[in-house]
């Protein structure tokens, strides 16, 4: 048998702990179990997860939209940054294995299976909204990833983890847990967007964008009080540095225009699909500010942030990438 063929892969490919005898497959009649509805918008029911935003069908759209949007800044067809075709070339007799942390739809996961077949990509999230029926080097499971990973230490050979950090409180104990499963030279990859929008000319966006700011405050303090986050997108490399269990830790920030300023025509593409994924987001929002310490307002915070959407030029979005290699 070839181990590196994904026709031969088991469910386990040995890279788990005995925990993974747990691993059963959610029947239909389960799902309704999974989610709650809140203010007419689909939540996860899991009670120790902090991540606020809807699962529904809404919100998927714009998840799925960004994916599609960090392939056309990224620029890489296997939609990544890193050495990722590096760490994944076929090597005879070896099978390169991928986890994903809060897949959600699934979409980077089955892209990248697309692009290295020969790798097994496992995708993990709280709420089975992905594909039942994915290729066959594609494992979708459920899990909280506060939780330890079932997967034996030193069995990975990529961690990705993007848009996690409103479910993630204690960023560094995620850290060493990635660092424990992860191979000698393993990958880490961490991709995030920055919670507070900017002026590509350097001005001050308290002054250009009040409303938009006034969203974003209110939406910090909402996420701190009622569910313990923190903006800690910046934070990630010193998290990875301080952890002494990685090293070549590089960055990037992308910055992503919102609207239609640009002249040149694919920017202002680009910016005009974040301007209506960030209406999404502004939406999405809403009942989550409802529950928060400025719930009277979030009606205001969110119709004076669309307005602005529209109607001021030079507001950017920042993406934050780093990865950094297991010592």
Known sequence: MDPTDPNNHTDDDDTSSESSDDVVEVAPGDFPGYFQERGGRLFHSHGHCPYPLPVDAEEQERQNGLHGLLRRIVGDPWVTVGPMREQLAATPGELRRVVDLGTGTGQWVLDMAREFPQARFYGLDIVPIATRYPPVNVMFEMHDILQPLRYASGTIDVVHARSITMAVRNYPALVQEAARVLRRNGLFISCEWARYPRM?????????????????????????????????????PQFLAESRLFSHIETRAYRVPIGDWPSEPNTKDIGRDMRELMVLYAHS???????????????????????ELWCVSGMVSTCLTVHARRM
């Open 200 to 236: 590509e000319d350097g001005s001050d966006v308290r002054v250009r964008a009040p409303r938009a700011c006034a969203f974003f405050d209110a939406v910090r303090e909402t996420l701190r009080v009622r569910r313990g986050i923190e903006s800690i997108a910046m934070h990630i």
């Open 285 to 307: 929002m809403h009942t989550v500010l409802s529950e928060g310490p400025r719930a009277r307002y979030a009606d205001s915070l969110v119709e004076g942030y669309i307005r």
